[in-house]
């Protein structure tokens, strides 16, 4: 490993200026990728700032009817929290399949939102990848690309986003609070916070440098009742999606009245899924509807050499988590 | 080191050592407390295929801690293969760092050594290397042209398989593939070597001490008696511990050019491009059968790779030269040289992947036959060897079968593949039958004896190993029985070449061995104090013996080998295996519900320790089938499944419940107290077994191993299936 200063600020302004001081800086929460990243020498920080024992891990009730949670909570907690499993229990749910206990206990909410993807060429510094390496080109485009996008994905970068926490924030409609330098903060939608490849792949998000992640502000408590979260991996635990779908239905008076429905394992962001969501909306929730939509779902999906598979899986995938949310009715 | 008073073998005590495991009182290789240690990080090459045409180590030798970076350049000269393309063995020279050729992604280039591991993994990254590239051989399909025979006996046949094809009913002809898998036993490769006027001690994990000893000195060219390797615990080997690999040669060259001694850890990625693997085997089966179901042909053809500069071949074809009564049988072997790694026997070489293509090819038949899985195998039963004409020591497979159907409540299997269900699943049953040579080798041991206060203690020494599979709780058991005193009053000590020889522990011929040899010290021991008092054992006891003999000590040494008996027969373990898989409808997943597995290899000397033994083979089965495979990056050839993240294991919730039953049997013909091997047969057909239920399930023939969800969403149901 190479050699780095290490700080433990004890104000978010202490840290926010301590990565003035030094553009080479990394935020440490739980460091579960953080460090793993850095023993493959894929990120070589010169500072690391820890931020994991900064305030911001509490949950508390928002103004908008909803709950914050703190960005520097663990991923346990949070998911384990009473108020997040009767009011966001999709939330709880995909937060749960990720990982291990061991590595969720670790990671903080604001580093599931950062964590980088899993793409071999990515983590291998002797292999090609703009996104590590810009301008080195990307290996994965005409290599070994099974696991890799059918979405959004551009000639630079077929990489995805591995989180699980975040497809269920995105078919939540959260939004994410970002502090930077100087003290100033803003709200973003969540679906804003993550960006497409396009030509800058070394850029997994839309934050500024120095920022740090806050808050996670939940709507008020949504699909309580009719809730799914499917997650398609090659073992039962401890394996990153191959293709997640988080599903969350309202229904009044045999309709659907609200939905909330993303994707993982497919984009470089979570992949809210917005057209079959306006098609179910106002419609009945009948398994032909769902295939419909889950057809709608995937007609603008772009495959790779080894990765067509995950069209027919995506299709199944909607169609079984809507299936299963609204056989969930508590 | 122990506290069980029970006497003899045969019952499911704790294991001997498990208190010094949990206390972390068990050393491992690299957990030696030696002084004034150096610390060595091997780098890794970056192409496939080319020649080293620069090294820059300026910028690694100014960093603080660095004592020397070694290269081909100031490397020892090692003894070189005499010939191209060898073929290795577990004893086989293991020359390192002798050229500037790269034969595949990720070959030792270099080494540093410095004080502190943090240091030389630093100092590691930072030697840089100019390579003038060559285009790899990294594509098996791309390769077929250059695949060759290895040797005559990669061929066999017995009989005429044409004419036993065109005399079937009923023929079938697949192909079945396995893919490049790794060993990955918990505890990392390592050495801690001392270089000392030409005199080499190391503490290595290693399975086969006395093999370690050899590659070590024939490697420097000094004599094997200078060469001292201790391993008194092993944490796993799975096969890829047999054969000192590179980094033993690392740390001995190291320690003899620092004048110091020095530790090399393997580290885990390492543990992918720098131990073993096991090869990716396109394995071609055809069968013939009678409408009655009798097999007229069986054929079997195994194409795979090798190293561009050691050859090793997987013997799949072995388990259908033998597994079943056929007149006419031909098996062949060939080999491609690529730019990977040289693979090497993995749990079950052969067995473990040439009994899916068997296994699988069976069950494909039985559905062509309109026969039970179960009925067919048990037809096609025969108490003979066909390969060797010899009869077989004992050969229990239709017992295992037929019990382990009773057992199974294999009657509710469904009769027509896809249709039985529960709510959004699919269920299956599948069944395999297994087979797994149970060889017995040389193996020497000595016993201490002391009195104490009227009781007698007993030490056995012997350069066997436990690579965690219970070596030392069974011998323990061994010589209690055989000296009638409480396993509590025997230590037995492992691990060391300056104890009596054995072949260590490899191809389940561990417990066979190591067991008889500790009975020979022991009985030679009774003898000679029988003679010594004129007193017979069973009268007096061991204690009287010794007294009347005024000793307060005693040492003894006893070798037990094959017979003529044993070699006059086939000897090989048997069992059957049977799984429920529940496939999911729609997503491509698949759970195992429950597994059996009946096995029949001979007297249990320790019923907690081998079932330890098979179901860590059905887990390592399931494995096969699951998940575990390393992917070949194909443009550049390095390996992209490089950590455990991405190289899956099973986890606890993908292994329901499993069930096993040894079937009561002493097999006195393959050695005196009648045992065989159990820690290769778990594995072996476990992934046919899934295969088979996941067909029963749904239909679908899943002849590519692992058979991961990207796979079965979009299979296809076999032709005929409704």
């Known amino acids: ?26 935020y440490l929460g739980g460091g579960t990728n953080l460090v793993d990243l850095m023993k493959e020498d894929v990120e070589r920080p010169s500072q690391i700032i820890e931020v994991a024992d900064l305030d911001f891990n509490t949950i508390t009730s928002n103004d908008t009817g909803g709950f914050t949670l703190g960005a520097m909570l663990s991923n346990s907690e949070t998911a384990n929290h009473p108020d997040i499993r009767k009011n966001y229990p999709l939330l709880s749910m995909a937060m749960l399949s990720a990982a291990t206990a061991q590595i969720r206990n670790m990671a903080t909410n604001g580093g599931n939102l950062l964590q980088r993807t899993r793409c071999p060429y990515f983590f291998e510094v002797s292999m090609p990848c703009n996104k590590r390496e810009p301008g080195s080109g990307c290996g994965a485009l005409e290599g070994a690309n099974s ?150 779902a995937l007609r603008d999906a772009k495959t790779l050499s080894d990765n067509e598979y995950k069209v027919t899986m995506g299709k199944k995938a909607i169609v079984r988590a809507l299936e299963q949310a609204l056989a969930k009715t508590a | 080191m122990n506290t069980d008073i029970s006497i003899g073998t045969g019952n499911p005590i704790d294991r001997v050592e498990g208190r010094l495991k949990v206390m972390g009182l068990a050393k491992y290789a690299s957990e030696f407390n030696v002084k004034n240690l150096a610390y060595a990080q091997g780098i890794n090459s970056t192409i496939a295929k080319g020649t080293i045409t620069a090294i820059d180590t300026s910028e690694a030798e100014k960093q603080k801690g660095v004592i020397k970076v070694l290269t081909y350049k100031n490397a020892d000269k090692l003894k070189q293969y005499d010939e191209e393309l060898p073929a290795i063995s577990t004893s086989s020279i293991q020359p390192v760092l002798q050229s500037a050729d790269v034969h595949y992604y990720g070959e030792y280039v270099g080494l540093v050594i410095a004080e502190t591991f943090e240091q030389a993994q630093y100092a590691a990254s930072l030697v840089k290397y100019t390579y003038s590239e060559e285009k790899p051989d990294i594509d098996f399909d791309s390769s077929r042209a250059k695949a060759y025979r290895p040797t005559e006996k990669s061929d066999y046949s017995r009989g005429d398989i044409s004419q036993g094809l065109a005399e079937a009913d009923v023929t079938l002809e697949q192909i079945y593939n396995t893919p490049i898998e790794h060993h990955h036993p918990m505890e990392l490769h390592a050495i801690i070597a001392s270089w000392n006027n030409g005199n080499v001690e190391a503490y290595a994990s290693q399975q086969i001490i006395d093999d370690a000893t050899l590659t070590i000195a024939d490697t420097f060219q000094i004599e094997k008696k200078n060469v001292r390797v201790i391993a008194p615990f092993v944490g796993g080997g799975f096969g890829s511990k047999l054969h000192a690999k590179q980094h033993v040669i690392l740390g001995v060259m190291a320690s003899k050019q620092l004048g110091r001694p020095v530790q090399m850890t393997v580290t885990r990625n390492q543990m992918f491009t720098n131990t073993n693997l096991r090869q990716r085997n396109e394995q071609k089966i055809q069968v013939g059968a009678k409408s009655d179901g009798s097999l007229t042909a069986l054929s079997h053809d195994t194409l795979s790779h090798t190293s561009t500069y050691e050859e090793f071949q997987e013997s799949c074809g072995t388990v259908t030269k033998m597994l079943y009564k056929t007149p006419n049988n031909k098996v062949r072997h060939r080999l491609m040289p690529m730019n990977l790694q040289t693979p090497f026997a993995m749990r079950a070489p052969g067995e473990a992947t040439g009994s899916f293509a068997l296994e699988s090819a069976m069950d494909e038949m039985a559905w062509k036959l309109k026969m039970d899985p179960v009925d067919f195998r048990v037809k096609n039963d025969t108490q003979v060897d066909p390969s060797s004409d010899k009869p077989f020591s004992s050969r229990l497979l239709n017992e295992c079968l037929k019990i382990g159907a009773k057992e199974f409540g294999w009657e509710d299997r469904p009769q027509k593949p896809g249709t039985k269900e529960e709510g959004n699943w699919l269920v299956g049953y599948g069944v395999s039958g297994a087979s797994r040579r149970a060889p017995y080798q040389k193996t020497s041991a000595k016993v201490i004896l002391e009195l104490k206060d009227s009781e007698v203690f007993a030490t056995i020494q012997m350069d066997a190993t436990d690579i965690g599979t219970g070596s030392y709780t069974i011998i323990a058991q061994t010589a209690s029985e055989y000296l009638n005193i409480p396993v509590a009053q025997v230590d037995v000590e492992l691990g060391d070449s300056d104890f009596p020889k054995t072949l260590g522990s490899g191809g389940s011929w561990g417990a ?211």
């Open chain 2, 512 to 722: 066979a061995s190591f067991s008889n040899g500790a009975r020979a010290a022991c009985e030679n021991a009774i003898a000679s104090l029988e003679e010594k008092s004129g007193l017979k054992i069973a009268d007096a006891g061991l204690a009287k013996l010794m007294r009347s003999g005024n000793l307060t000590s005693f040492e003894a040494e006893g070798t037990a080998e094959p017979d003529e008996e044993f070699k006059n027969h086939s000897v090989f373990s048997f069992g059957a295996n049977f799984t429920e898989v529940w496939v999911d409808k729609d997503t491509g997943v698949f759970r195992i519900k429950r597994m059996l597995n009946v096995a029949s290899c001979g007297k249990i000397l320790n019923p907690k320790t081998a079932f330890g033994q098979i179901i860590g083979g059905c887990v390592m089965g399931a494995g096969m089938v699951i998940a575990e495979q390393t992917k070949v990056e194909p443009n550049y050839g390095n390996f992209i499944t490089r950590s455990f993240a991405d190289y899956h294991v099973p986890v606890n919730l993908d292994m329901a419940n499993i069930d096993v039953i040894f079937l009561p049997e002493e097999d006195k013909i393959a050695n005196k107290m009648g045992i065989k091997g159990v820690g290769e047969l778990g594995i072996t057909s476990v992934a046919a077994s899934i295969a088979n239920a996941i067909f029963n399930a749904t239909g679908k023939r899943m002849r590519d191993l692992p058979i991961t969800p990207e796979k079965l969403i979009v299979a296809e149901k076999e032709p005929g299936v409704a």
């Open chain 1, 147 to 296: 696991k890799h996008a059918i979405f959004g994905w551009s000639e630079s970068c077929v990489a995805t986003h591995p989180s699980d926490m975040c497809v269920a924030l995105a078919a939540l409609e959260a939004t994410v609070t970002l502090q930077k330098p100087g003290g100033t903060s803003r709200t973003i939608e969540f679906t804003d916070f993550h960006r497409l490849p396009g030509d800058q792949p070394e850029k997994d998000n839309t934050m500024l440098p120095g920022e740090i992640i806050t808050a996670i502000d939940l709507p008020s408590p949504k699909f309580q009742s009719n809730y799914h979260y499917l997650k398609i991996r090659e073992r039962s635990s401890y394996a990153f999606a191959l293709i997640s779908v988080a599903a969350g239905l309202q229904i009044s008076g045999g309709k659907i009245t609200d939905i909330g429905l993303a994707m993982g394992g497919v984009a470089h962001k979570p992949w809210k899924l917005i057209k079959a969501e306006a098609f179910l909306t106002g419609k009945m929730p009948t398994k032909a509807n769902f295939e419909q939509a889950a057809e709608l």
């Open chain 1, 1 to 26: 490993m190479r050699p780095f200063t290490y700080t433990q600020p004890k104000t978010i302004e202490e840290a926010l200026t301590a990565s003035v001081t030094n553009s080479d800086s990394k």
